[in-house]
């Protein structure tokens, strides 16, 4: 540890020294059997007596704090553990809006037998072996440098090539910007867009991090209603100069919005001048059937920004999504990009490029599919078969989790929280509304659900919801 004499300091330099000592033993920053520096080693680095040291640690040795070690050395003594300490407040504190805005999945906490929360994935599908080659051939590229704040030209070409072949976009690859997921996305499309105080619609019940993350940016995020076939048109704010969406699978509801609604969404955004964002989360686990076209590929006059995640096709911790803009945009995009953070990381960059460019996306896709298309039916089934009376999955063609609708009783305002000693983690559908009023039922993700331990989990579940209602 580094240690530090003030001349100007009132107290003796013995007392320096023995304060900052005890204090690192006290706050942990030196363990039991840390080696203190010897007192020849500590009095020339600070230039003052060597006794002045051996008093310090004669002193300490007295009280307990360190200790003689045989064949030489002084150790922090075993008994003087840290002392749990509270860091003192401090003089800052965050602005009201900042401070209004709440975590996504903070709810419920603990742990449980089952893992039913929305957002997870299989652990197991991941291909850690084609990846970890990924990496290390992506390692030969050129280090000494930051990188386009877009992203690399390679990978934007290889998304580009991807999206024409899977979604049938038709794009350049200079209009994809690179991001750390779908939050970042919308991160930047908002700074560019949108000033504080503008007006998004967003979806009713919906995804809460973009919620907040709007919010966060002093821009009022109005809820819309969404209804079997979407988003609600008709209900979406004059005024609102962004409209956020979850065409393929909304979230949490999980309908698709309607080929109508799609070109009535994009009439209505032509006639009030306003950016539709389309989060296109999910759209590659189709489960019945085929996919609509995507509101980019529909969009004649550029409203449209298409965003993309690799959370659930490959991993949420890799944090690499992406978003495609009309040119117009892009610079300003990169620009901001860059005030923040410069680039993306240009390791993952690299390793996703090879990862693409040699086909394994395809061939995780697939494989992905053949494990979660079964257990989408399994789940599906057992929820139909075992669910109390009153309770009922909402239809679902798509993504890894199915929403639940339940009895309007008190009890469903706790469900999530109540299903804990049964065993299951839920996610709350009431979080994902602003106004949330009667709304009672819950998530079952299934991402992370072995599928041979659907029916355990399933049957966790509505004995818990059967003993929570007492049918
Ligand atoms: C609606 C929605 N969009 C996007 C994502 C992916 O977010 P990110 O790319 O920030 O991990 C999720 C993840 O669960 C989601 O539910």
Not at 357 to 363: F, K, P, S, V
Not at 403 to 417: E, I, L, N, W, Y
Request: overall charge neutral.
């Amino acid at each position: 540890m580094e240690l530090f004499i003030d001349p100007d300091d009132e107290r003796s330099l013995t007392r320096q020294l023995y304060e900052q000592i005890r204090a690192a033993i006290l706050s942990g920053q030196l363990g039991p059997g840390d080696r203190l520096m010897p007192s020849r080693a500590v009095a020339a680095e600070l230039g003052i007596a060597r006794s002045t040291v051996t008093d310090v640690y004669g002193s300490l040795a007295a009280e307990g704090y360190i200790e003689g070690r045989a064949g030489g050395g002084t150790v922090v003594s075993d008994e003087h553990g840290p002392c749990p300490q509270t860091p003192p407040p401090g003089a800052l504190a965050p602005t009201p809006c900042s401070a209004a805005l709440r975590r996504y999945d903070d709810d419920p906490q603990g742990q449980a037998r089952f893992d039913l929360r929305p957002g997870r994935i299989d652990a197991q599908l991941f291909p850690a072996a084609i990846w970890r080659r990924c990496v290390l051939a992506g390692l030969g590229r050129a280090w000494a440098q930051y990188g386009e704040p877009a992203g690399s030209a390679d990978l934007r070409a290889a998304l580009a090539r991807w999206l024409t072949g899977s979604r049938g976009i038709t794009l350049v690859p200079e209009q994809i910007v690179v991001t750390a997921g779908t939050g970042h996305a919308i991160d930047l499309v908002a700074r560019v867009l949108l000033s504080p105080g503008d007006v998004a619609g967003v979806e009713e019940p919906g995804y809460p991090p973009v919620r907040e993350l709007l919010r966060s940016q002093g821009i009022k995020a109005v809820g819309v209603p969404v209804d079997g076939h979407g988003i609600v048109v008709d209900a979406i704010p004059a005024d609102a100069r962004l409209v956020y969406v979850t065409p393929s699978h909304q979230y949490p509801l999980g309908g698709v919005l309607s080929g109508q609604r799609r070109l009535q969404l994009l009439r209505w955004a032509g006639r009030h001048g306003a950016a539709i964002v389309e989060d296109d989360y999910d759209s590659e686990f189709r489960h019945t059937a085929r996919p609509l076209e995507p509101l980019h590929r529909l969009d004649r006059d550029g409203r449209v920004i298409y965003v993309g995640s690799f959370s659930k096709i490959l991993s949420p911790a890799l944090r690499m999504g992406f978003l495609v803009a009309p040119m117009a945009l892009v610079p300003a995009l990169a620009t901001v990009r860059q005030a923040i953070d410069w680039c993306p990381p240009l390791g993952t960059q690299e390793a996703l490029t090879i990862f693409i460019n040699e086909g394994h996306l395809g061939r995780h896709l697939r494989r992905m599919r053949a494990a979660y298309t079964p257990r989408f039916h399994c789940v599906h089934r057992e929820l139909l078969d075992r669910l109390p009376a009153g309770y009922r999955p909402l239809p679902a063609q798509a993504g890894l989790h199915l929403a639940v609708t339940g009895p309007r009783s008190a009890a469903q305002a706790d469900v999530c929280q109540n299903l804990l000693p049964h065993g299951v983690l839920i996610g709350s559908l009431r979080r994902t509304y602003q106004v949330p009023g009667s709304v009672a039922g819950f998530l079952v993700g299934f991402g992370a659900l072995p599928t041979e331990q659907v029916a355990a989990a399933i049957d966790a579940l509505a004995t818990g919801l059967t003993a929570l209602t007492g049918r």
